[in-house]
């Protein structure tokens, strides 16, 4: 639903490579998008992005490599580097903070400060949405809903030490605009979860 060319550029890296597989119709939003993508995908690992973000050339095999060298593994993230189109000192300190946060036990303490991982950096095996199921379309950010079912069923998450994207901050970001992600829908689905950890801990 690009309004520019990137249907056709697309469409022409899928006729030089048939493991492309370009998927278009009526938008219908980021959840649904990308539950087909999912649906659709036939390899042993999901990842997604931003049509403004930039993955390092070797995060593919770096976060691969890291779920052969841990078995356990389930969900791959990595470090950050933010590329924003105006200063923000506060998503600044927010990239410095998640980077910060590499192991599973970091992780989970972490989960109900802020999303300790970015979206668009986080490589899963295809087995986990089999497991759990895929996202949820809600009054609510669907990824960090994810993030904390997937805490919830202690599925093992970790980053590898190295930069795997440039994440792109502007003021155009679903994240910014849309109200399934204002700080009121983030403390309701944290509040949620929380109050199933606490009935859990108890």
């Known amino acids: 639903n690009s309004d520019d060319d990137t249907l056709e550029v697309a469409e022409r890296y899928a006729a030089m490579d048939n493991r492309i597989q370009v998927l278009?119709?009526?938008?219908?939003?980021?959840?649904?998008?990308?539950?087909?993508?999912?649906?659709?995908?036939?390899?042993?690992?999901?990842?997604r992005m931003d049509a403004d973000d930039i993955s390092y050339p070797d995060r593919i095999t770096n976060q691969v490599e890291a779920f052969d060298s841990d078995p356990s593994l389930q969900v791959i993230s990595g470090l950050i580097t933010y590329e924003g189109s105006q200063e923000n000192?506060?998503?600044?300190?927010?990239?410095?903070?998640?980077?910060?946060?590499?192991?599973d036990a970091e992780i989970k303490l972490n989960r109900f400060v802020e999303f300790p991982l970015a979206n668009p950096s986080?490589?899963?095996?295809?087995?986990?949405?089999?497991?759990?199921?895929r996202f949820e379309d809600g009054d609510f950010?669907?990824?960090?809903?994810?993030?904390?079912?997937?805490?919830?069923?202690?599925?093992?998450?970790g980053k590898v030490n190295r930069q795997v994207l440039k994440w792109h901050d502007s003021d155009q970001r679903l994240t910014r605009t849309d109200p399934r992600y204002s700080h009121d829908s983030f403390y309701k689905i944290k509040a949620r979860y929380l109050a199933d950890w606490l009935a859990i801990s108890n």
Request: hydrophobic share 40%.
């Open 24 to 47: 278009h119709e009526s938008q219908q939003g980021v959840v649904f998008a990308m539950n087909k993508g999912i649906m659709h995908s036939k390899g042993a690992f999901i990842m």
């Open 89 to 103: 000192e506060g998503f600044r300190m927010y990239v410095e903070w998640l980077n910060s946060i590499k192991t």
């Open 122 to 133: 986080i490589m899963y095996k295809k087995e986990v949405f089999q497991a759990y199921g």
């Open 141 to 157: 950010p669907e990824d960090y809903e994810y993030f904390l079912r997937l805490c919830s069923k202690n599925v093992v998450m």
